[in-house]
Structures are given as C-alpha cells and as structure tokens.
C-alpha cells in the first residue's frame, strides 16, 4: 500500500524568504502529483500538479519530481503570512479515478 | 474552478444515531470521493464513486455507507454513529481526464 510522508511537520519562515517542502511516496509506479493547501477549517485549494519529472511552476509556487529518489518538493517563493497554512501532498497512480494517498501535512508559518 | 458544497457544516449526533452526510457539485465531474481528516492520519479515503448509481469501498470503510443517485449529489451515512467518527469530513469531486480533486469545506461532526 502506497506510503506518503512529508518533511517537515512544521516550518517557521521570514517573510519573502523561500520555503521549501519535502514529500516521499513509496510505489515508484505513481505518476500524479498534487500539492494542496489547506487553511484552518477550511477545505483544500489545489495549488500544483505534476506528472513528470522536472519542475512545474503555478505562480509562487514550483514542484519539483524526483521519481527514481521517490520525491517530490514544493517551493514557495517570496512567502506571505497569508500563506501561512498546512500544506499537503497527494499521490496517485495517475490512472482514471485512480485514488488519491495523502500525506500527513507540513504545518507552514509565515512571520511578517 | 469546481464548485462542491456539503451540509451540514456541523453535526452533533448521539451514539447509535444515525447521520447522514451530503454533498452536491455542480461541475458534472463523474468521480466524487469521502473522506476523513483527523490528527496524526492525514485524509483517508472513506469511499469514491465513478458515477450516479456507482459506490467504491475506500480504505477505510467499516461503519459507512455511501449513495450516488445522481451525477451532483454523494452522501455519506453512518447508520450508527459512534464517538470514534468524530472528525472533519470532506467531499471531493474529480473529472475523469486529469482526475484533479476538488473539495468541499467540509462537515465537523462531534458524536456524543
């Protein structure tokens, strides 16, 4: 059964400096890739999706996959408190209604 | 972007109650999913649908029910709740090209 885990739980940056996000999957088969986030009580916004090697970039934001290392990043650049929330990363097999496995969440504070 | 709402947002039920839960999108997505969030697992999945009629077993199913009748609505149903089911729940609807989930705001629900 596939395993996603994320590093750190918790990630305190400045204001306008990058933070970067780590997420590592177990089936190395999986080709779907999303980042989400989610601010308190709130539901989940997607923010990134990736489905090859590389780097995708959506505005501020860039994931970066690593398959062969089981690996997926998300950088946030130029950070707002506004960003301030529990980050999310989601991974499938990419085929139609093929499920999602979600990891526990990376908790990001933004200090102004 | 995808349009998914849930009522109700929060629910007080009794052990043995039962509860139901309903989402409704309004974006003809053919994959609508169930979800919980709690402390220290992240979302799991509870059970998905590929369509009206259509009903999956998720990875955590024991104790829910689920029914599609319709392409916009998904319902969640605990015939007997018990405290255990407390947590946040969340809808989510997907289309079948990209499998992109988009989610609700979720249901709190606290069994007493």
């Known amino acids: 059964q596939q395993k996603v885990q994320q590093s750190p739980e918790s990630l305190t940056v400045s204001e306008g400096a990058m933070a970067s996000l780590n997420c590592t999957f177990s089936?190395?088969?999986?080709?779907?890739f999303r980042w989400y986030r989610q601010h308190s009580a709130k539901g989940l916004e997607v923010l990134v999706s990736?489905?090859?090697?590389g780097e995708k970039e959506e505005g501020r934001f860039t994931a970066h996959l690593n398959r062969a290392n089981l690996h997926v990043s998300l950088h946030i650049r130029e950070p707002q408190p506004s960003d301030s929330a529990v980050y999310l990363c989601a991974v499938s097999m990419g085929n139609a209604g093929a499920k999602l496995t979600f990891g526990g969440g990376t908790r990001l504070t933004v200090r102004p | 972007e995808a349009a998914v709402t849930q009522s109700p947002r929060n629910k007080v039920a009794v052990t043995g109650g039962k509860v139901t839960l309903s989402c409704n999108q309004t974006n003809n997505h053919n994959n609508m999913y169930w979800y919980r969030q709690d402390t220290g697992h992240g979302l799991r999945l509870i059970h998905y649908?590929?369509?009206?009629?259509?009903?999956e077993k998720g990875d955590i199913p024991d104790g829910y029910k689920a029914s599609r009748p319709s392409q916009e609505n998904f319902s969640l149903i605990l015939e007997l709740a018990t405290p255990s089911q407390t947590s946040v729940y969340f809808c989510?609807?997907?289309?079948?090209?990209?499998?992109?989930?988009?989610f609700g705001p979720g249901t709190r629900l606290l069994v007493l």
């Open positions: 649908s590929y369509g009206a009629g259509s009903t």
């Open positions: 089936d190395g088969t999986s080709n779907n």
């Open positions: 989510a609807s997907g289309d079948r090209v990209q499998d992109t989930q988009y």
């Open positions: 990736i489905f090859s090697d």
